[in-house]
């Protein structure tokens, strides 16, 4: 597939008006305010980008945060809807959809134009970037980055049906902003919870250490794609639901699976610590509408002999009662509070801790993505794109057609091509049967593992 992409045409959606509404970021926005996130869904068909273009308009109308900017006053954080609107980048470059989507990790993918979050507290800068690939042998590549300060995955998937709807010329679906999230969140948390804050201010050895960490990315990890089916995820739910004693889901195991594989395949024995973000909304009573970054972390300890059906037990159990027993944002503010809000910037999230191993587990399935229709066509293909490659992190979605589940990886380089190798390959694939029929892209695109 040519480097080369020929810009086509460039275009600025608007909604058309503009609210002018001004949402005050909460403690969970500001924290992720220096982060974009990117993801590419990959369409068999041409789709008609004028009717795109159309249909993301009146969905900015819906959502019309994504169509802001932000806006920094002293320690506050700010975005704006003033309608400035949405780069949407179109592009066609030589080769196949499928060698599209071998590149989708790669650094030089150019998929998508990621959103640069730290330019964007200035204001001036898109908080949301569309980016249209047109293959020479057809298909349609869509990628897409937003500002994490402006939501979560659930906010821009609220976007995402918008958009479905409005060019299928369906009803639009409901989307809440929150004005000010840290007040919303003080009316319905708890009057104490679980006591730990979800990030940390590290002391001047540990931050050296973590720029260290974020300056090497490019150059010592790698990003490797898994891909389980549906058969061997059953396999694998069956076997650890009889060894743990209870009933496990699909995410339980495959989290416990994946991490203590790398463990093994790492030689690490040592008891380390798992970091698994969840959705706070359901847990503290709040709408699924709400655009925002209204997010929880369930932190677990694991030792390498306890095996991988004790973590995914432990898992579950901390899901069920995570209102109880790991619910912390009312412990965030008041730990804001005590450092003081100038302090932010430089604390950084419990779940980033690359000199212990800390492994990030986020699992984006069951939010829609596949659900996704534009002209009638559903994505073949839905993946992270190639961010910052910071290592220890992982992400899993529904795999190819939505069906099984692809976990996207950042590991150390060593440790990756371990993976890649026959060895790594049969201890990941340990629940796999040589019958199972597996989706054709998962047999073709050569770095799938």
Not at 112 to 136: Q, Y
Not at 301 to 318: F, K, T, V
Not at 377 to 384: G, Y
Request: overall charge negative.
């Amino acid at each position: 597939m040519s480097l080369w992409p020929q810009l086509r045409d460039s275009r600025l959606v608007r909604a058309g008006r503009a609210p002018g509404t001004r949402l005050r970021c909460g403690l969970m926005d500001t924290m992720l305010a220096d982060l974009s996130v990117s993801v590419v869904l990959f369409f068999e068909q041409t789709l008609d980008e004028d009717r795109l273009a159309a249909g993301l308009a009146r969905a900015l109308a819906q959502v019309p945060v994504f169509a802001g900017r932000l806006r920094t006053d002293g320690d506050e954080l700010t975005a704006v809807c003033d309608d400035s609107g949405v780069p949407m980048d179109s592009y066609d470059v030589d080769g196949t959809l499928a060698e599209a989507m071998g590149r989708v990790t790669s650094a030089g993918a150019a998929l998508a134009d990621p959103v640069d979050a730290p330019a964007a507290r200035a204001g001036g800068v898109p908080l949301l970037t569309v980016r249209i690939t047109r293959p020479s042998a057809g298909g349609t590549v869509l990628g897409c980055s937003w500002h994490h300060a402006i939501g979560d995955l659930q906010s821009f998937m609220l976007l995402m049906r918008a958009w479905s709807a409005a060019v299928e010329g369906e009803e639009l679906p409901e989307a809440e902003l929150v004005e000010d999230q840290d007040a919303l969140l003080g009316k319905v948390l708890p009057a104490e919870d679980c006591g730990r804050p979800g990030f940390r201010l590290p002391d001047p050895a540990e931050a050296a250490v973590l720029a260290a960490a974020v300056a090497a990315g490019p150059r010592a990890n790698r990003t490797v794609q898994l891909y389980f089916g549906e058969a061997e995820l059953a396999r694998m739910r069956e076997e650890f639901s009889a060894t743990a004693g209870r009933r496990l889901s699909s995410g339980d195991v495959l989290c416990a699976h994946v991490v203590s594989t790398v463990r093994e395949l790492d030689e690490d024995g040592e008891t380390r610590w798992l970091t698994v973000p969840v959705n706070a909304r359901r847990p503290l009573g709040l709408p699924p509408t709400l655009v925002g970054n209204l997010l929880g972390d369930v932190h677990l300890p694991h030792a390498a002999q306890d095996g991988p059906a004790a973590l995914a037990a432990a898992l579950r159990e901390a899901l069920e009662g995570f209102a109880d027993g790991h619910l912390n944002l009312r412990s965030n503010l008041a730990f804001l509070e005590a450092i003081g809000r100038s302090r932010l910037r430089d604390c950084v999230p419990l779940g980033f801790d690359p000199e212990h191993r800390r492994f990030s587990f986020s699992n984006w399935s069951r939010f829609g993505a596949y659900r996704i229709a534009f002209q009638g066509h559903r994505p073949v293909f839905f993946s992270p794109a190639a961010n910052y490659p910071l290592p220890w992190v992982s992400w899993t979605v529904e795999g190819f057609h939505g069906a099984g589940a692809l976990t996207t990886a950042v590991l150390p380089a060593r440790l990756a091509a371990r993976l890649r190798s026959a060895e790594g390959r049969a201890a990941l694939h340990r629940h796999r049967d040589p019958a199972d029929v597996l989706p054709e892209l998962a047999t073709t695109l050569a770095k799938v593992l």
